[in-house]
């Protein structure tokens, strides 16, 4: 299969792979060979691929991923608004900011619904980075 992960900024991967495995708005799933075509929204979270270099993690924001097939190629392309590989994560960054996310949630008051959902949105993007190092350490 071949996989293709873009973001606003350009194109991130490129890779032939065997196995994916992605962050769901319904919840996780997986796309092995001969999967079904079809269209799935993304929320923020981790995105593992298993290709022939073996296993990567990837933090990635909202966006759509689509499993085609023209012919005899499965293509699984995957459009977000923002992801970074695990291995450049700064840990300890983004756990603090996590943290204070996490804080700022916790004692939110305002009648502001536009910016609690932007406050929601920090907070999953950092909850990701965090998710994405952590598995990345343990798969390596």
Known sequence: MRLSVTTPVGALVDAEVQEIVAPGALGEFGVLPGHVPFLSVLRPGVFVYHGKDGVRTLAVGDGVL???????????????????????????????????????????SKDAPAELQALLDRRAWAAARVEARRKSTVNS
Do not use: G, N, S
């Not at 005899?72 to 204070?100: G, N």
């Open 66 to 108: 689509q499993v085609a097939r023209a012919e005899q190629t499965e293509k699984i392309l995957v459009l977000v608004d923002r992801a970074l590989p695990a291995r450049e994560i700064d840990a300890e960054a983004a756990a603090t900011e996590l943290a204070a996310l996490d804080a700022e949630v916790a004692r939110w």
